[in-house]
């Protein structure tokens, strides 16, 4: 299937506690940051004897996405594969929900509130995609290379949920969320100039929709090829350059004071910029490149195509999204709402970003483990009875 060489054994245990070592160091960073980030937002509101609260609250939601992790982690690549179609259906089942009941906040309904925190269905159906996709690009196998069972069957999979979130409306996340689906296809083997044909198509509509549905998007687009030092695009990257070397020291920065906009989410990599300098930048994505690397170790352990397609989608979805985020704040990439993962303020997104982590880390557990083989076995001893009747 490869022509590069599996990892030993004795590789993917080493990998699996670095990759467990680079998630809880980049949590722990976060952690830091976002109470140095958030303190200024929560003294304006609720004055100076509510400055842990954002600390606790944000504690609170690492140490749930951290159990959520410990319970993936069990999961097995039969379970994964049985469980693929029931998580891709709630997902949009809740994304047709959150239309409906959702609570609605600057025109967009995205969001419930659960127990006074928010609850965000679009970041659950970006791991339910990726699974679904991959369980059809697994079990199709020999025929992954025809249009309709290796890109326009599996596309349906990754176009339904795309529209649902950008009717909510969120135009970057529905590109996002196509974005990852048709890379999991093409890992799954999907041909190049098929995927390429139906995602130019498939943006090109997106495009036209988002352009006349959003008039933010306009604004954005014009602000990234004429950059304006006075918006939030330009506050980002003062307050990401300022920092010098060395930084101006853990909650000295001046950007959270109003001049950078969600300073402990989408730009908080500014804040680490400006108060722990270039070497501390530099440590945070050098945190992200140990989880590429020893995830990419991990992939080339597995056994079978579910657990490769899969667990590549997972990977994918971590190190992708952070790439995203460096590439809005360094204004590479036109302004869209996307946490920096690990380390920005965030229930779902932490929730999700340690459940990937997780599963991939179970099915590295169990390598050789293929649930599509089973699955077919068994289909046909339903069909034709038992060996030997």
Partial sequence: MRALPYTTPEQMTASRRALVGAMLA???????????????????RFGPDALSEPFQGHLLKVLVA???????LRVTPRQLFAAARGAWVLSVALLLLVLAVGTELNNSRRWFDVFGTSFQPSEVARVATVLMTGAWMAAARDRVNEFRYGVLLPFACVALPAALVCVEPDYGSSVYLLFMGMLVMWVGGARTRHLCAVFVVALSVASLYGWQRFGHMQGRVNNFITPDPTSQVGFGLTALSSGGVLGLGLGSGFGKWGLVAESDSDWILSVVGEELGLLGTLGLLLLYG????????????????????????????????????????TALAPPKGLPLPFVSAG???????????????????RPEEDPVLEAQWATSLTHRGAPGS
């Fill in 290 to 329: 140990v989880f590429l690397w020893h995830g990419t170790r991990l992939l080339l352990g597995l056994r079978t195509r579910f657990s490769l397609i899969v667990g590549a989608g997972l990977l994918l979805q971590v190190v992708v999204q952070a790439v995203l985020n460096v590439a809005v704040v």
């Fill in 347 to 365: 229930g779902t997104s932490l929730m999700v970003l340690c459940a990937s982590t997780g599963l991939l880390l179970g099915l590295a557990r």
């Fill in 66 to 72: 951290l159990v959520i992790f410990l319970l993936c």
């Fill in 26 to 44: 980049l949590l722990g960073l976060g952690t830091v940051m976002v109470y140095s980030a958030s303190f200024v937002k929560q003294l304006r």
